[in-house]
């Protein structure tokens, strides 16, 4: 049976994936992306530094910034289990701005779309075959061929893992966010707790709010921010915890964005991780693609590199406050799990090669 063949195929239309199409494509490169239908807007809350500003100039997406809200100073009510106001809500220095998700996936999309790229709104279901011919099945049943392969499908990882890397996760942390319809300031506010902290993060209309803790914690009414204790109904609930793959890269694949690497909110690096990233991925792919067959080490060290690095500096984000729960103290001292979570082989074969299952 002859399947439609691509030069790349990414699974996950995330930034990453999509900064990975756009340098794949600006390359003359053919780019099959698989990605879920698209779904409403979930209340993420995401920020990023004014440094990422190159990087969307570059990635042709500056009009997401039309979008953005400047963040002044955070208010903190963090370095201390008991809350304190810390910087200045009057400072005019612009530190962050926040990041209208449906608005900047929706731009990259479009971006994509103009370049060639073509879609196809269905997951990953399996890979098989080598590098420089995998053959990818999709959740609708279809078989396409490519050259390469590309993990951006976030936290799960579920190309890379199919493949065999490993993931290595670090202390379990759930965010649990929702869109509020007002937001109390104009700035990032974050105030800690006994057993985690919330945040409220200002969006051109409204804002979002989350409480970030363990797993079983129930959340703890702010004392200052004027959040209601419990979640409403629409609550949408995330894994937070640091994680990394390993390895993050091989002969004819790549893992980019979060499923390379993901961060803890408290370092408020995963997007611009993605985006950038995304790009270099997207790259590298390119590289290899055109013969240069280290060009998959270079980024696997690359990212490896940055992931280790932004994982040490975990417990000294948590350091700065000075709780005594167990929370906190757990926080500051975090190691990582090796977790082995590959699929187990499918009943799904074709041509004699076996996918491995859906286990989304
Ligand atoms: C509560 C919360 C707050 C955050 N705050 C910040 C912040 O302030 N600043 C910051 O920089 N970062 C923040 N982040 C991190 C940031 O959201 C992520 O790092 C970023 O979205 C990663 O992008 P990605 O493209 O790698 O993955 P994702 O955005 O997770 O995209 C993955 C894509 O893959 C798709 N997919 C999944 N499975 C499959 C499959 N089997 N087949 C095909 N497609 C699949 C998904 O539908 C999705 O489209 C936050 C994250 C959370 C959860």
Redesign the pocket.
Known sequence: MTHPCFDAVI???????LAAAIALLERRLSVFI???PAVHPTP?????PPAAEPIIARLGIADVLEQAVALHPALGLWPTAQPEVLGHASAQQRTAISIDRYALITLMERRVKEKGGHFHPH??RGIAGAPGNWLVATGDGQVVRARFAVD?????A?LARRLGAQLCLGATLV?R?FFLPATPWPQLVIEATANGWWYALPMQQGGTA?FVSEADTLPEKPALLPIPGGFPPRAKT?D?RNSRLSPCAGPGWLA????AA?FD?VA???????LSG?FFAGNAAADALAGEHHAFIVYADLVARTAVRTHRATPHHYATARGQSGFWHRRRAQAFSAQSERPTPSPFSEQGLVFQANF?
């Open positions: 699974a996950g239309g995330g930034p990453a994936g698989l990605r879920p993420r809350a995401e920020m990023l997951r990953l951006a499908t976030g936290r799960p579920h965010a966010t989350g995330w937070a980019a964005g979060d499923a993901a909110p408020s690096q995963g997007l611009f991780n993605a995304g989304n």
